[in-house]
């Protein structure tokens, strides 16, 4: 830690009494190591980063924010894909990555009590040899923190037959933006708050403690890789399978920009001249599932796949899976830099609306590569722009906001496991009216009246008349002259 000027010198003082020097970091340069989260398009420098080890501490950080008016942002992993763990540059990040203790795992009870800076993966590896799992999985599982996927209420490849991350919570211990350590548990009689906290994104205060159902591990797992020319084919292969009454734990699928840039980052070795694939792992009872596979490869051959692979143990799905996973990532290959987006449309319009995001690929000059979870409709197109060149990120940015309305026109919905954020907020209205907004307003205001915990993010701020959607860093001019008020 190297103390310099901050905006927030009393602030600053209090929480280096608090924490100590080696919990608070003020050194301009380390700081930057926090402007931003998985979507690096949207940063800002906090002013200051703190890392707590235990509640108590957390909540004494908020309780001298809460006494300061200054805001406050949690961070975990980083890992977001909205900007939703986005710093201010008038504010205090809350880092949670030194509280990532697994305090219990009860397998009579099917339950695991961990720290929020928990990676999603080792709680897997901690239930393993007791033959459970957690069964939220995002891509990112061996770097995100349980933490980030509570805010996020975040999902991942098996979240078609499982749920999502609220499906698998049962209890959480948080910090209220006032600094008061309290408990939501799914037991509780009255109104749902533990499913409101969830996916709240941090404007409902902070989880430092999450109790987890674990799941027991399925008798059998199999995994079919299935090429075909083009998304339009294999779209119609998903839509077969599920007509059929058969529920995969996952169907994946990826096009052929997402295969180049796999193929180039970790040589999967996918079928060549694929157009798409195809990932659909089945799990249950041996039989069950070996029947299910049958009337699987069936359907996909029937569509058009040109080539189905197989893969019975954990080596083989790995490598049928590494092409995937790696897909985010990999687009670096092929791409400078680009934006990855989020949209969720009903299973059946798969092909008009990937038929609309090509469109607007030739109309705009930018390519997209699009990777799915394809079973629930959830879309994660993958818009490629240099960010060397003028004008390029603006291009691309209104693609994505053209690709989100196309998805909202289609009856789907602006985000499916990544969130709002900070980069999508502006896009709420897309699918509320005021009337939504302002109810969700009051709801936010019932635990977070002052608006410091993790302001900006979800709901949409007001612009100078005649200003130009796009990226803004830092507080809105409205704002800060108080001639407009942010919830």
């Not at 509640?55 to 894909?81: I, K, M, S």
């Amino acid at each position: 830690m190297t103390a310099t000027a901050s905006p927030l010198p009393d602030l600053t003082a209090r929480l280096l009494r608090l924490l100590g020097p080696g919990s608070v970091i003020t050194d301009p340069v380390r700081l930057r190591t926090y402007e931003c989260d998985g979507l690096t398009y949207h940063r800002a420098t906090p002013a200051v980063v703190v890392l707590p080890e235990t509640a108590e501490q957390v909540a004494a950080v908020v309780r001298e924010c809460d006494a300061a008016g200054t805001p406050f942002v949690a961070r975990g992993a980083g890992t977001g894909l909205s900007g939703g763990a986005v710093p201010r540059t008038d504010g205090v990040l809350i880092v949670m990555s030194r509280m990532r203790r697994i305090l219990q795992i009860d397998i009579p009870n099917r339950r695991a009590v961990v720290e929020p800076g928990v990676t999603n993966l080792a709680i897997t590896e901690a239930a393993a040899p007791h033959g459970y799992y957690y069964a939220p999985d995002p891509s990112s599982r061996q770097v995100c923190s349980i933490g980030g996927n509570v805010a996020e209420n975040s999902g991942g490849a098996h979240c078609l037959k499982y749920g999502f991350t609220v499906n698998h919570v049962l209890a959480v211990e948080l910090v209220t933006p006032q600094g008061e350590i309290v408990t939501l548990d799914a037991d509780d009689p009255g109104y749902d708050l533990l499913g409101a906290f969830i996916g709240s994104e941090g404007t409902l205060g902070i989880a430092t403690k999450i109790t987890v159902r674990l799941s027991r591990a399925p008798e059998t797992v199999t995994t079919l890789l299935a090429a075909f020319p083009g998304v339009e084919s294999g779209g119609t292969a998903v839509s077969a399978i599920i007509a059929a009454g058969i529920v995969p734990a996952a169907i994946e699928m990826m096009d052929a920009l997402a295969i180049e840039a796999a193929e180039a980052a970790v040589r999967c070795g996918y079928p060549a001249g694929a157009g798409a694939v195809l990932i659909v792992e089945l799990d249950g009872p041996a039989a069950e599932v070996a029947a299910q596979f049958t009337r699987v490869r069936e359907l996909c051959l029937s569509s058009g796949a040109f080539e189905t692979r197989t893969a019975d143990d954990p080596a083989e799905r790995e490598a049928i899976w590494k092409g995937r996973r790696s897909a985010f990532a990999a687009v670096g290959r092929i791409s400078p830099a680009y934006l990855v987006q989020d949209g969720v449309v009903p299973r059946t319009a798969l092909p008009q609306v990937l038929a609309g995001i090509e469109e607007l690929s030739a109309r705009f000059g930018v390519r997209v590569a699009n990777v799915f979870h394809a079973g629930d409709g959830n879309l994660h197109p993958l818009v490629l722009f240099d960010d060397t060149e003028d004008g390029a990120g603006e291009r691309a940015e209104q693609v994505s906001a053209e690709i989100l309305a196309l998805c909202v026109a289609y009856g789907g919905s602006i985000t499916g496991e990544h969130g709002i954020g900070v980069d999508k907020a502006k896009h709420m209205t897309a699918m509320f009216g005021p009337d939504d907004l302002d109810t969700m307003q009051l709801l936010r205001c019932a635990f977070d009246p002052r608006g410091l915990s993790n302001p900006g993010k979800v709901f949409p701020t007001p612009r100078l008349c005649g200003e130009a959607p796009g990226v803004r860093k830092g507080v809105h001019p409205l704002v800060a002259s108080g001639e407009a008020e942010l919830f």
